[in-house]
């Protein structure tokens, strides 16, 4: 009794625990499955799953080829059955397994062979109606991508676009009319194969695109029409693996490199497991036969080491091949080599062991096998640089019986070493021996002006004629001449900064033509407008700085420290200094220095002539064939210049007869256009 009392209040916890559980579970899953039945008609297998309640929608399910099993997903479900497998038999259904997890509840159906079903709901039951799925032409399996949905227009692609994306991967972008297009990605041998159903490929759009210069794994792509589909084939190479996302009306499939790990069971780099899943449920089993069983699972050639031994304990259910292989390495201490599809295991120890002595082997080998010479000829490199890359002290190619000698006559290099480090150099050199990329430059410095000036004056005089004078009339300056007394009351002519201002005057006299008052305006109102283009080019190869300048140099006196003068020369030139470096993706970093110099001989000394200077100094980066602004400069001068005479110049009216007036408004405006160009055998400088 007393043991009784000690143990209720923990019962009564535990319980109270249970209940809480229960009605949390109850909450977060108010549906469960309480029966499953299978029936045969047939060909067809009819599954009948009854709920709770009835099922708002049809489940999310997926299918698996190998081995052959169909997945049903029901959320905020929990199994009532319990039990959590079935065995059937009906025709192709073997089983049926039941696993409830994180609030929900997935049905796996195990299949003797890949089927095909369709689902309905009944009031609170789920019918499912199997029937043994058609052989597909090809034995690689088909991934849809999207379905195709009805649409009223006739969806089309509208371009297709090829790019290197930054980790070396090649991008194909479809820019389809309409996002509801049907697309299903294949393997067809090496080739990568995407589908586009009912889609249209316009007739510019039908070609091959040879992709090999954008050094991805993409060699090639090809659009065709077939039938009333699209067909893309990709042609890639070496190892890779490809992802696809669609976003509006563009479709991306990228297509990555795989960097071959010999120590990893499956090449990808999208992480985790990827081998085949399997189910392992053994008691004390020999080390050594449970992987012949992974082995004769996955095709695989094993060698086991006679050191591996001891036994185990597994149950794993639906696990990766690889990742099963993996745990049993680690629970047992074991390692692996792999060279293709044979895959060496063995303790860690002796692994590490015997890759110690294939390295002093090899070390050993290297310092006693005899040495070769071989003779290697540079086509677009100095043979002095690649001396100095080998022989570099930090990190040689060499070994320390190996030499290098080279003959700068010929460009020719004569290396001696290990049959194994000639290798090495040869390959080094097939991949810096390559010709240069060339780049042509070119720029335009737009000079644009636009002046504007007016100028009015007036000029006023009185004359007396004497008897024996002669009297004419004119234009110039003075308006009446002969024997003449003049004198020029008002004297503000019109200054123009160029040209020759007209003129207008006219003579007011008295009856005896003894005296004469004279009045003379001068005008002139000018408009220009100018455009200066200067285009220098200048080519020159990847990394290498060029420079090309056009223009006078102007001596000036210069003082020396003697005292006496020396004659310099300073530079008034048009000039453009470039170095061009081509990046991976096919665009050009520059570093600029363009200069116009031109001489002011408006503002000469007896020192020497100033120069107008317009200079720009940048950095850019443009894609090729592209133009950038690197520069420009606006500027605008406005005056308004009034000479009059005091008070008079004020009078209403009359004013103007006493002033002399200037209005001037000038624009200026720079710009500076930079294109790049890389060459290639069909573009030259031209």
Do not use: C
């Amino acid at each position: 009794m007393k043991r009784i009392k000690h143990w209720l209040p923990a019962l009564m916890g535990a319980l109270s625990l249970l209940v809480g559980a229960a009605t949390a579970q109850e909450e977060a899953a108010p549906n469960a499955i309480e029966s499953m039945n299978v029936i045969q008609q047939g060909p067809v297998v009819n599954v009948k799953l009854t709920f709770k309640e009835p099922l708002q929608a049809l489940p999310a399910s997926f299918s698996v080829a190998k081995p052959a099993r169909i997945a049903l997903d029901f959320p905020n479900t929990v199994n009532a059955l319990g039990k959590s497998s079935q065995t059937y038999n009906e025709g192709d259904l073997k089983s049926a397994n039941i696993v409830q997890a994180e609030g929900r509840t997935r049905v796996v159906l195990n299949l003797n062979k890949a089927m095909s079903y369709e689902a309905s709901i009944d009031g609170k039951s789920l019918l499912l109606a199997m029937v043994p799925a058609a052989k597909p032409d090809s034995t690689q399996a088909v991934e849809h991508f999207a379905k195709a949905h009805a649409s009223e227009v006739g969806n089309s692609i509208r371009d297709v676009t090829f790019r290197r994306g930054k980790d070396g991967e090649g991008r194909i972008t479809v820019d389809l009319t309409d996002a509801n297009a049907g697309i299903d990605i294949r393997h067809e041998g090496k080739n990568l194969v995407v589908d586009f159903v009912r889609v249209n490929v316009p007739p510019a759009l039908r070609r091959k695109l040879d992709v090999t210069d954008f050094a991805t794994p993409v060699l090639a792509v090809n659009t065709v029409q077939k039938g009333g589909d699209a067909r893309m084939t990709i042609t890639p190479r070496g190892l890779w693996e490809h992802n696809a996302y669609q976003s509006d009306t563009q479709f991306v499939i990228e297509v990555k490199p795989i960097i071959e790990d010999p120590n990893k069971l499956v090449q990808g780099s999208r992480g985790g497991y990827r081998g085949e899943k399997l189910s392992l449920n053994f008691q004390n089993v020999e080390v050594r036969r449970l992987l012949q069983v992974i082995g004769e699972f996955t095709g695989m050639n094993m060698v086991i080491s006679d050191s591996v031994g001891g036994s185990i304990t597994l149950i794993l259910k639906d696990v990766p091949w690889d990742q099963a292989l993996d745990i049993i390495m680690q629970q047992k201490g074991l390692d692996m080599r792999k060279n293709g599809n044979v895959i060496l295991i063995a303790p860690r120890e002796e692994i590490a062991t015997r890759e110690k002595l294939e390295f002093e082997s090899q070390a050993q080998i290297g310092d006693l096998e005899p040495l070769q010479t071989e003779s290697f000829q540079m086509n677009y490199i100095k043979a002095e640089a690649v001396q100095k890359l080998l022989l570099d002290p930090k990190q040689t190619l060499l070994s320390k019986r190996g030499s290098a000698l080279l003959d700068e006559r010929s460009n020719m290099m004569f290396v001696k070493d290990a049959p194994g480090r000639l290798a090495e150099v040869r390959a080094m050199i097939a991949k810096v021996d390559v010709p240069t990329r060339q780049v042509m430059i070119e720029a335009r410095i737009v000079e644009a002006g636009d002046s504007f000036a007016k100028n009015l004056g007036v000029r006023l005089g009185f004359t007396q004629v004497f008897p024996d004078g002669a009297v004419r009339i004119g234009g110039d300056q003075t308006a009446i001449r002969g024997n003449l007394n003049t004198e020029a009351a008002v004297n503000l002519p019109a200054t123009p900064r160029s040209g020759t201002a007209g003129t207008f005057s006219f003579l007011l006299f008295n009856n005896a033509l003894t005296q004469f008052l004279s009045t003379e305006i001068s005008a002139l109102e000018s408009d220009g407008r100018g455009r200066v283009i200067s285009s220098p080019r200048v080519m020159t190869a990847n990394g290498v700085e060029a420079l090309i300048e056009q223009g006078q140099e102007i001596p000036y006196q210069q003082a020396t420290s003697s005292g006496a003068t020396s004659v310099s020369f300073r530079k008034a030139v048009l000039s453009l200094k470039v170095k061009p470096h081509i990046t991976p993706d096919g665009k050009i970093a520059m570093e600029l220095d363009v200069n116009k110099d031109t001489p002011n001989t408006r503002l000469s000394t007896g020192a020497g002539v100033a120069i107008d200077t317009k200079h720009v100094k940048t950095e850019v980066l443009v894609e090729n064939g592209g133009t950038v602004v690197i520069g420009g400069i606006f500027e605008q001068v406005t005056r308004n210049n009034v000479q009059r005479i005091p008070f008079l110049g004020d009078l209403p009216y009359i004013g103007f007869l006493f002033k002399n007036r200037e209005i001037i408004d000038d624009k200026t405006e720079l710009l500076v256009f930079i294109t790049p160009r890389i060459i290639t055998e069909h573009l030259s400088l031209r």
